[in-house]
């Protein structure tokens, strides 16, 4: 959370003088290094998880609005100090069963700052460059969501073991037959700015990643790292598990109209789908099964030949 934070602000007024170790240090030098320690705040970004909370003496806010209102006023005053700031999520769930599981008490401003500080290691986080705190919400949460999808996908991976026919790590194949056949399909498409879509099924869930990437020109494919991997991942368990998902594909490049493009997942490769079949598919409510209207400016295109090998098949 951002108690200690807080107080820390509220306590830096004057120009107070101390004596540590026969040196005087004024209270200007520590707000000079206060400017070169980062700041994480923990936010609640719903009403439910917000309730969850007011069950801790310690936590005093009694309005989601007002707590929202005053985490925002809090990132412009660290802000204005020079001060780098991130968001992450923070679950009260999971900061009940972690400190339970390092003995801390939970009803205690040190006990949230240090769970923040655990999350913010390992999880997602968004930095504060000034933006309204309702714009920067979604984008926190979209995060959280792909870094949980990532984890949970990795997971599967790892699980699978080894082939019974040749000893192979299924996952491992898995990922490196998915990261052939992105890098493949890229290359394919061509210039221009790409959007990637896959959807793979589980047992328990439906996965879904999505891969934005800008070719100039017809180079090499260069990925963001991390939601490249996530992206892989995702695709890696539909080839591993040979499930029934789909990759699509979205061009655009300036002066003609977006191109569609998809694609599904067959004994560990990519079908192309035929014109017909990426329309109805783009154009059809995934919910409710009703047709929707299709885009103005968009063509719906067949699927193209990837052109990767056969992949060896894993028991």
């Known amino acids: 959370m951002f108690d200690s934070a807080l107080g820390e602000i509220m306590a830096q007024t004057g120009n107070r003088r101390t004596t540590v170790h026969g040196r005087t240090v004024t209270t200007t030098m520590r707000r000079t290094l206060r400017r070169e320690a980062p700041t994480t705040i923990g936010l609640l970004t719903d009403e439910q998880d917000f309730a969850a909370m007011r069950r801790y003496r310690t936590f005093t806010f009694d309005d989601h609005r007002v707590y929202l209102e005053q985490v925002e006023a809090l990132l412009k005053a660290l802000t204005a100090q020079g001060v780098h700031t991130t968001l992450t999520l923070f679950d009260p769930e999971e900061y009940a069963q972690y400190c339970t599981e390092a003995g801390i008490a939970p009803d205690t401003p040190a006990g ?143 002066g003609a109209p977006d191109r569609v493009h998809g694609w599904r997942l067959s004994r560990g490769s990519l079908a192309p789908l035929t014109a017909g079949e990426v329309f109805s598919a783009y154009c059809t409510d995934a919910d409710t099964g009703e047709p929707v209207a299709p885009e103005s400016g968009v063509e719906y295109c067949a699927g193209f030949d990837i052109g990767a090998d056969e992949p060896e098949q894993h028991h």
């Open 112 to 254: 949230r700052s240090r769970f923040t500080a655990e999350i913010a290691a390992c999880g997602a986080t968004v930095p504060y460059d000034g933006q309204p705190l309702d714009t920067l919400i979604p984008v926190l949460v979209g995060r959280a969501v792909r870094r949980a999808t990532w984890e949970y996908a990795t997971m599967l991976l790892a699980g699978l073991g080894d082939c019974a026919d040749c000893g192979q790590d299924i996952g491992h194949a898995a990922f490196d037959r998915a990261s052939h056949l992105v890098e493949r399909t890229l290359e394919a498409a061509g210039p221009g700015i790409h959007h990637l879509v896959c959807s793979t099924p589980t047992d328990h869930d439906q996965l879904l990643a999505a891969l934005h990437t800008d070719r100039a020109t017809a180079g090499a494919v260069l990925l963001d790292s991390s939601e490249g991997a996530e992206f892989v991942s995702v695709l890696a368990v539909g080839i591993a598990l040979e499930s029934h998902g789909g990759v699509v594909l979205r061009t655009s490049t300036p």
